[in-house]
């Protein structure tokens, strides 16, 4: 099977940096995504990791760690936007599927 | 970035009746969309793998008699949700999958809120 485990919520403030954990337990891998969900909206796509190393799209960077099972999504100069839930997800075997971790809701505080 | 669609956005049925929601691509062609369910402040969880042309795969779980999908071209699959009863209420999420390289990314519908009285 397949299993995700990220924190439930986190905490920071304008300005701050934050890291979301997400450690992850699959059957085959084929990569790391990362979606951000608003209340009431859709999840949007942020970072995808297929292989080790850092992704870095604006002030959002993603981090991945195939033999450690793990990876993270790094925030910088925190906004109050970003408060939203933020999901890692993996890519198993059986069809490139994707399975969504519990999410971890970002709270960002004046 | 590509553009996924979903019909209605919400929708309000009595029990016992079937409601249909569509998930379009709009500017691309998606060999695979997956349909997921949301509850409230939970995450995302797969109902099923819906490929052009062919059966869906179903999540262990996920009634298939009761969830209808079909994807009978390379921009629409629709999934019916049968006899709806309260306990279907919920957030019904489309996303359409773009295979890379060098990413593999899903591109969400804005969902489709689903409320049976």
């Known amino acids: 099977g397949q299993s995700l485990e990220q924190p439930s919520e986190v905490t920071a403030v304008e300005g701050a940096i934050v890291q979301i954990n997400c450690t992850y337990q699959t059957s085959g891998f084929y990569g790391l995504s990362w979606y951000q969900q608003h209340d009431g909206g859709a999840p949007t796509f942020l970072s995808y990791n297929a292989l080790d190393g850092l992704e870095e799209t604006g002030r959002f960077s993603s981090f991945l760690s195939r033999s450690d099972s793990y990876g993270y999504l790094l925030l910088q100069e925190l906004q109050m936007k970003d408060s939203a839930s933020y999901f890692c997800a993996v890519q198993g075997t059986g069809g490139f599927k994707t399975i969504f971790g519990a999410g971890t809701r970002l709270f960002v505080k004046a | 970035g590509a553009v996924v669609s979903q019909h209605p956005s919400w929708v309000i049925c009595k029990s016992g009746t079937s409601v249909k929601i569509e998930c379009r691509s709009l500017d691309f062609q998606a060999t695979t969309m997956f349909w997921y369910r949301q509850f409230p402040k939970q995450s995302l969880m797969l109902m099923a793998t819906?490929?052009?042309?062919?059966?869906?795969?179903?999540e262990q779980g996920v009634e298939k008699d009761k969830f209808l999908i079909n994807h009978a071209s390379l921009t629409l699959s629709t999934l019916t949700v049968t006899s709806a009863h309260p306990e279907d209420s919920s957030f019904y999420i489309c996303?359409?999958?773009?295979?890379?390289?060098?990413?593999?990314?899903?591109?969400f519908g804005p969902g489709t809120r689903l409320t049976v009285l």
């Open positions: 819906s490929n052009e042309g062919s059966k869906a795969t179903y």
């Open positions: 996303s359409a999958r773009v295979a890379g390289p060098p990413t593999d990314t899903q591109y």
